[in-house]
């Protein structure tokens, strides 16, 4: 069972930049990342997706230009780099593994059957 471990959230003013982390148990094997988020009473969103096989990355179309992600294959580690944050960025952001084909990731959380136990961003001046 592979397991994932999120950090690196906390309370950031609107306009910073945060660096969240993921660490996965077991990096080979398992294609794709995926980032998602969820926001008290909304529901839960993708945000980026990472391809270990390719370094392929998506992001959703709306958060382009100020998400990206890559990785350190060396700790078995994740990144989520998040720029010029906005209040409507607050919320629990999560990482999930699933395995994908060749360079591919989603944004489709029921694609993910492991995940971590989130990181909570605040974006508050």
């Known amino acids: 069972q592979v397991q994932l471990v999120e950090s690196g959230g906390g309370l950031v003013q609107p306009g910073g930049s945060l660096r969240l982390s993921c660490v996965i148990s077991e990096f080979s094997g398992y294609y794709s990342i995926g980032w998602f988020r969820q926001a008290p009473g909304k529901e839960r969103e993708g945000v980026n997706c990472?391809?270990?096989?390719?370094?392929?990355?998506h992001t959703a179309e709306s958060l382009k230009g100020r998400f990206t992600s890559s990785a350190d294959y060396a700790v078995n580690t994740v990144y989520l780099q998040i720029n010029d944050l906005k209040p409507e960025d607050t919320a629990v952001y999560s990482c999930?593994?699933?395995?994908?084909?060749?360079?591919?990731?989603?944004?489709?959380?029921?694609?993910?059957?492991?995940w971590g136990q989130g990181t909570q961003v605040t974006v508050s001046s």
């Open positions: 999930a593994a699933g395995r994908f084909p060749y360079g591919f990731c989603s944004l489709e959380p029921l694609q993910y059957p492991h």
């Open positions: 990472f391809s270990s096989t390719d370094g392929n990355t």
